[in-house]
């Protein structure tokens, strides 16, 4: 899938909502559009650093999986033009991720951390 005129993040709580769209619809150039240039990702042993990186992975994933059910968008914490951004997954994982107020408008992940299991109470 192509799109060049895909829509920035408004807000950093937007970043969420749009991978799973673009996941869904196996659109990796949109997937990778949501990070910044030199932005890591990291999925458990894997650590992807850059776009090209980046467009591997998510290649390599849409390729094994093309379900992408919605996950819970919570509130993101914010410091000026940078933003921590959460979002609780079905199976009760959250992803945690920095992202950074673009200078030509939107927002766009630098670090992607994509699944910490949830801390036991006790």
Do not use: C
């Not at 959460?86 to 945690?96: D, W």
């Amino acid at each position: 899938m192509s799109n060049p005129e895909r829509e920035p993040a408004r807000e950093p709580q937007d970043l969420a909502g749009l991978f799973n769209a673009r996941a869904n619809a196996g659109d990796v150039e949109g997937l990778v559009a949501l990070y910044e240039t030199d932005a890591v990702l990291a999925a458990g042993a894997v650590v992807a650093r850059g776009h090209a990186e980046i467009r591997t992975f998510y290649t390599d994933l849409l390729s094994r999986r093309s379900d992408f059910p919605a996950a819970e968008v919570l509130e993101p914490v914010r410091n000026g033009n940078l933003a921590m951004t959460f979002a609780r997954l079905p199976n009760g994982t959250i992803s945690a991720e920095v992202a950074r107020e673009q200078p030509e408008g939107g927002w766009r992940w630098v670090i992607d951390q994509l699944k910490i299991k949830p801390l036991k109470a006790g």
